[in-house]
C-alpha cells in the first residue's frame, strides 16, 4: 500500500470543487493606476469667459433714446410754433359707439349757427362749414375757437415754453417779446365727412393761429426765427409745399413705421399777420388735405391782415 496521498483524498483537508464548501475568492486583478487626466481644451483655466450678450437689447436701447428725440423736438415744436391747446385727439379717444363720430357734428353745426358772425382777426379765421371741415376738438382750456388780448397771447406764449431747456426758453421769451402780439385768434377743425361716416384712417385735426403783430418786420422776422429754429433740429423733414404762399413752410417728424401717430407744423405769414397751423393724424397723416386747408387759411388774408 503507497503511502502517497491521491489527489481524490479526503484527508487532504483540501476542499475538491465537488465539495459543498465555500471556495477560495478568486484573487483581485492588478489595479493599474490611471494616467493623469488632461482637462478638455475648454476646461482650461484663463480668464472667465464673459457671458454672450444678444444685439437685441441694444438695438432696444438705440430705439428709445431716438424715440425720447423725436418726442422732445415735437414739443419743441410745438413750443416754438404756438399751439395754444396742442391736442392729439385719437379715434379712442371719442365719447361715441363704435362707428359713431368721435363728436357730435350736428350739435356743433347748431351751436355755429346761433353765435354772432366773428369780427377782426377772428374773421380771417376760415369759417366752419367751408371746404367741408367743421368744429374741431378744443385747444386747450380755450375750447375749438377763441380770441385772446396781445397781453393774454404772449403770457400764452411764455406759458408752453415750461419744461424746455432753460437756455433755449430764455432764447424764445426774447424772441416771443420782440413780437410785439397786437391779439391772436385760434380755431380747430375736422374734416366733416370723415367723421360722419367713419373713417378712422382719414381723420386728422388742424389747429391754425392768427397773431397779428405791429408791423410787417416784426411778422417776417418772427416767421423766419421759427422756420430756422425748426430747420436747424435735424429730425424733421420738409413737408409740402403750399401753392401760391412761397413763404410757408411745413415740417414733418422722421418717418416710423411703428408710430401709430402724425404731426405737421407749418409756418406762414401775409401782411403783418403770423399764420401757424398744426396738423395730427393717424399715420400716413393726410398732408395734402391739411396743406389745401392752410392755403385756404392764407388765401383768405390780404395785405395788410384783411380778410377776403
Known amino acids: 500500500m503507497s503511502d502517497d496521498p491521491t489527489p481524490a483524498d479526503a484527508s487532504s483537508g483540501e476542499p475538491s470543487p465537488t465539495d459543498g ?3 477560495d475568492p ?11 487626466a488632461v482637462p478638455e481644451p475648454d476646461a482650461v483655466p484663463g480668464p472667465a469667459a464673459e457671458p454672450a450678450t444678444e444685439p437685441a437689447p441694444t438695438k432696444k436701447r438705440l430705439r428709445r ?7 422732445g423736438s415735437v414739443l419743441l415744436a410745438a413750443a416754438v410754433l404756438g399751439g395754444a391747446g396742442h391736442t392729439v385727439v385719437t ?5 361715441r359707439d363704435p362707428g359713431a ?3 357730435d ?27 367741408g371741415y367743421e368744429r374741431g376738438p378744443d385747444l386747450g382750456t380755450f375750447g375749438a ?14 406759458e408752453r415754453l415750461q419744461g424746455i431747456p432753460r437756455t433755449q426758453r430764455k432764447q424764445l421769451e426774447k424772441a416771443i417779446d420782440r413780437q410785439r402780439i397786437a391779439g391772436l385768434a385760434m380755431r380747430s377743425y375736422v374734416p366733416g365727412d370723415t367723421v ?9 385735426t388742424m389747429s391754425i393761429e392768427l397773431a397779428q403783430m405791429e408791423n410787417r418786420s416784426a411778422v417776417r422776422e418772427a416767421a423766419r426765427f421759427q422756420s430756422e429754429f425748426l430747420d436747424a433740429v435735424d429730425v424733421f423733414r420738409d413737408g409740402p409745399k403750399i401753392k401760391g404762399h412761397k413763404n410757408a413752410h411745413c415740417f414733418l417728424p422722421p418717418k416710423d413705421d411703428e408710430v401709430a401717430l402724425d404731426t405737421m407744423y407749418c409756418v406762414a405769414h401775409v401782411g403783418n399777420v403770423l399764420v401757424t397751423a398744426i396738423a395730427d393724424g393717424a399715420a400716413p397723416l393726410k398732408t395734402k388735405e391739411a396743406a389745401m386747408l392752410l392755403r385756404e387759411q392764407l388765401d383768405r388774408i390780404t395785405e395788410p391782415g384783411e380778410s377776403v
Open 65 to 71: 433714446g431716438r424715440i425720447a428725440a423725436v418726442a
Open 101 to 103: 363720430p368721435t363728436w
Open 196 to 204: 360722419r361716416w367713419g373713417l378712422p384712417e382719414d381723420v386728422f
Open 21 to 23: 464548501g465555500a471556495a
Open 145 to 158: 375757437d377763441a380770441v385772446l388780448s396781445g397781453e393774454q397771447a404772449t403770457a400764452l406764449r411764455k
Open 26 to 36: 478568486a484573487p483581485a486583478p492588478e489595479t493599474v493606476p490611471e494616467p493623469d
Open 105 to 131: 357734428i350736428d350739435e356743433a353745426e347748431a351751436a355755429e349757427e346761433k353765435k354772432a358772425a366773428p369780427t377782426g382777426l377772428a374773421a380771417m379765421l376760415v369759417p366752419y362749414g367751408a371746404k
Open 91 to 95: 379715434v379712442e379717444n371719442a365719447d
